[in-house]
């Protein structure tokens, strides 16, 4: 087979989705034949990798549109008028050219069936529609997608806080041109969670496997060969953005609440943002210095050393579409304490952790407390659900496994040359 992959975020040196795109990509390219096409401003980080697996690479110019979008992008969010979600609405135009020019110039390789099939790996949200399998004979895989989670009624304050003043009209990105014939053609649907479905047209659904956009590298995060309780406390850690739906100061007022927690734990809080002032304080007022650290953002490989030296993850996000930051410490032998709510909750089971129902505030920080609690005395369970974690995330989040699941999907479509 020979894939023409088509990823406009795939950057080796990238956070998040880019360099989830580039690792998936390349990881495939070990696997069988791989043609990437991305985005020019990759172009820098891609070629520097020696001894990768995919030898063509092919990129795309669109900063015309791309950089007065991007502009636009971050002065609203400065005005405090944007958040997230608008600024996949101002990346629309720019995607169809990005594969407007992917068409006009591989229209006759494509024509002439160089390509086995066409897989679009990112970007991942559904709001985002493809124009090429409108146009191509050859089969058609659109995704992984990931989207469509609703903001938790209860939790009206924390949504005003992101600024996504356009989440209320989300779902006119429906009737934008493109929508509903990118999933009319598209042979295979690749949906990350139950919720991702929801965006995606009723008739079409018969369409879909579950595959999501997340991974692992399995050799960096790993627990340590033998993890040793000679310290005295069981040490929790948070790993995330310091803004108020990931929920950094759960974890926090459950030290402030819990006398236990106080006397036989630790907290290490990793990340930054706009909400760590106020945490700082909350921890200050409540004399949790010692008990309760903040250590700021963090590098991917120091993120790996955090998490060999902890006990417990704690991940109290109320709203999380995906949750990669889950599959790392599972990957490091952390049982995680998560909601049961979003892709948490599909990622987690009760052989690997403990899903909280997202009740109201006061409920769900009761029962966190009581999970936190149990955990840190019970050091037997703990030790069985790091195993089963450990064993988890490399049988389906590593990312030779999730290359394997994709070249299973290609040989579903009987397209082998």
């Not at 709510?341 to 409920?363: N, Q, R």
Request: net charge positive; aromatic share 8%.
């Amino acid at each position: 087979m020979k894939i023409l992959i088509l990823a406009e975020q795939c950057n080796p040196d990238w956070p998040s989705l880019p360099g989830f795109s580039y690792a998936l990509a390349n990881e495939i390219a070990k696997k069988t034949t791989v043609v990437l096409v991305t985005h020019i401003r990759n172009k820098e980080n891609i070629e520097a990798i020696r001894n990768r697996a995919i030898k063509e690479v092919i990129y795309i110019d669109t900063e015309v549109i791309a950089k007065p979008l991007h502009k636009l992008s971050e002065l609203l969010r400065k005005i405090g008028i944007g958040g997230w979600m608008t600024n996949m609405a101002l990346k629309y135009p720019q995607y169809l050219l990005f594969e407007k020019k992917i068409y006009n110039q591989l229209k006759d390789r494509i024509q002439k069936r160089e390509f086995s099939c066409i897989h679009r790996i990112s970007p991942v949200s559904p709001t985002l529609p493809s124009l090429l399998p409108t146009k191509v004979s050859i089969p058609f895989i659109l995704g992984p997608l990931n989207g469509s989670l609703p903001w938790p009624k209860q939790y009206t304050e924390e949504i005003k806080k992101e600024r996504e003043l356009i989440s209320h009209i989300r779902n006119i990105f429906k009737y934008f041109p493109y929508y509903k014939k990118s999933f009319q053609s598209s042979s295979v649907i690749l949906s990350a969670f139950k919720h991702s479905d929801n965006d995606i047209p009723l008739s079409e659904r018969h369409k879909i496997i579950r595959y999501n956009e997340l991974g692992v590298d399995t050799t960096s995060y790993m627990p340590l060969e033998s993890r040793i309780y000679s310290k005295n406390k069981t040490r929790f850690l948070f790993v995330g953005r310091l803004v108020p739906y990931k929920g950094a100061h759960v974890v926090i007022n459950a030290f402030v609440n819990s006398k236990l927690l106080q006397s036989n734990s630790e907290l290490i809080i990793v990340g930054d943002g706009p909400e760590r002032e106020y945490l700082e304080e909350l921890i200050s007022s409540n004399n949790l210095h010692g008990i309760v650290k903040i250590e700021g953002w963090k590098t991917q490989s120091e993120v790996a050393e955090y998490m060999r030296n902890a006990d417990i993850f704690a991940f109290p996000t109320i709203r999380e579409v995906g949750g990669n930051v889950i599959i790392e410490a599972m990957a490091s032998g952390l049982p995680c304490i998560v909601p049961n709510y979003g892709g948490p909750s599909e990622l987690i089971d009760e052989t690997i952790g403990i899903k909280i129902p997202l009740s109201d505030k006061e409920a769900f920080l009761n029962a966190y407390i009581k999970s936190m609690e149990e955990l840190s005395e019970d050091r037997e369970k703990v030790e069985n659900l790091s195993r089963s974690a450990r064993k988890r995330a490399l049988e389906q989040h590593s990312w030779e496994a999730r290359a394997l699941h994709a070249v299973k999907i290609y040989n579903s479509l009987n397209i082998n040359n």
